[in-house]
T-cell receptor, first 115, second 109 residues
Framework: GAVVSQHPSRVICKSGTSVKIECRSL??????MFWYRQFPKQSLMLMAT?????????EQGVEKDKFLINHASLTLSTLTVTSAHPEDSSFYIC???????????FGNGTRLTVT | GQNIDQPTEMTATEGAIVQINCTYQ??????LFWYQQHAGEAPTFLSY??LDGLEEKGRFSSFLSRSKGYSYLLLKELQMKDSASYLCAVMDSNYQLIWGAGTKLIIKP
């Protein structure tokens, strides 16, 4: 159980375009979903926390107008990287939880390359 | 501030046992998690401890001492596929996860 599906797994886009990444909890209702970014050989960096039906809470230094998060239902959250630039190239990972103290379950991640 | 400390890198031999330590200082405590992350992949959940003591799950065990702010992950009968990063994370009083930087475990034949 506790499967989180994330897609696409890999995307290449041109600078200036927008990319949407989907995160779905397949067999449980996720009260909270988290979006992380990870650069090569670095730790997970939390970008934002989203609760179903409310605005996402962004971490310091993360531009909310650039990284749009929508958590429309208890099983789906989306991250849209708007006007992507090469420095946005990274590994984006979503995770979901039924609520504390349940563990986070991670999607397989999306490798974004902006050319 | 809140912080999680774990060694950056460890090396062990196939078939042996290795213990990865994690110490933490957080505002409140609602449990400690261990995750495994292979290079280029997302983390996968290994264990959760909220009470003191040892939790055993196959070849992997996790220990917690809340009074010492200390946990360890014990891996037995190491296999080459256990080469990965192991992440320690603590859930604080606000139910937010505080992540350690991870320990890269290298298994040698």
């Amino acid at each position: 159980g506790a499967v989180v599906s994330q897609h696409p797994s890999r995307v290449i886009c041109k600078s200036g375009t927008s990319v949407k990444i989907e995160c779905r909890s397949l067999d449980f209702q996720a009260t909270t979903m988290f979006w992380y970014r990870q650069f090569p050989k670095q730790s997970l960096m939390l970008m934002a926390t989203s609760n179903e039906g409310s605005k996402a809470t962004y971490e310091q230094g993360v531009e909310k107008d650039k990284f749009l998060i929508n958590h429309a239902s208890l099983t789906l959250s989306t991250l849209t990287v708007t006007s992507a630039h090469p420095e946005d190239s990274s590994f984006y990972i979503c995770s979901a939880t039924q609520g504390p103290p349940s563990p986070l379950h991670f999607g397989n991640g999306t490798r974004l390359t902006v050319t | 501030g809140q912080n999680i400390d774990q060694p950056t890198e460890m090396t062990a031999t196939e078939g042996a046992i290795v213990q990865i330590n994690c110490t933490y200082q957080t505002s409140g405590f609602n449990g400690l998690f261990w995750y495994q992350q292979h290079a280029g992949e997302a983390p996968t959940f290994l264990s959760y401890n909220v009470l003191d003591g040892l939790e055993e799950k196959g070849r992997f065990s996790s220990f917690l001492s809340r009074s010492k702010g200390y946990s360890y992950l014990l891996l037995k009968e190491l296999q080459m596929k256990d080469s990965a990063s192991y992440l320690c994370a603590v859930m604080d009083s606000n139910y937010q996860l505080i992540w350690g930087a991870g320990t890269k475990l290298i298994i040698k034949p």
